[in-house]
């Protein structure tokens, strides 16, 4: 059987594209890397995407009258790639109706909290303030809804201090390890 393709979406430093494409590589996720979006171009992750050899598609969205026209020019792109599942990493946008319905049930996000808990921005802010001693993250399905979608997979974080340098890295380094690990596990069912 042929390799499953893989769009990344991501709007800053790509540490989780990353993971995905080194689990690609190494043979840990059976599938490509067959893309990168960003809606932000020159951001870190391009640079990311060059060392791995993946293809970049950079856009600005004001240069567009509306989400459905670059969501619409994504389509072709991720088309001509022939994506199978789109893994949005850190992408600061919220998908619209154009993708959705094409993409239906083959996009998923990584969010650094246990959803339903601390939706939306600075999740990991959101829960230290609330003063949490199990952080964790989520891999869920994108819907409609900020956050909301069904969730495949969780990994919890146990942090008892206060110290968001000492906090972050180690929820990163779960996220590095669940987000392969879920796209491996739902590869069968695209
Ligand atoms: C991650 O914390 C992810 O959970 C959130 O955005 C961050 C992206 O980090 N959605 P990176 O760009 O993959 O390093």
Known sequence: MDKKRIAIFASGNGSNFEAIAKACADGR?????ALCVTDRPGAYVTERAARFGVPVVEFRPRD????????TMLLTRL??????????AGYMRIIG???????????IN??????????????????????VKIYGVTVHYVDHTLDGGKIISQAAVQY???????????????????YPATVQKILKEL
Do not use: T
Not at 79 to 88: M, S, T
């Open 29 to 33: 996720v059976d599938a490509e890397v």
């Open 79 to 88: 088309r001509e790639k022939e994506v199978d599942l789109i893994c949005l």
């Open 160 to 178: 008892e201090g206060n110290l968001r340098e000492e906090l972050e890295p180690m929820i990163h380094a779960q996220e590095h390890v669940l």
């Open 64 to 71: 567009y009258a509306s989400k459905a026209d670059f969501e």
């Open 97 to 107: 109706d154009v993708l959705l319905e094409a993409y239906e049930g083959r996009i």
């Open 110 to 131: 990584i969010h650094p909290s246990l959803l339903p808990a601390f939706q939306g921005a600075d999740a990991i802010g959101q829960a230290m303030e609330y003063g």
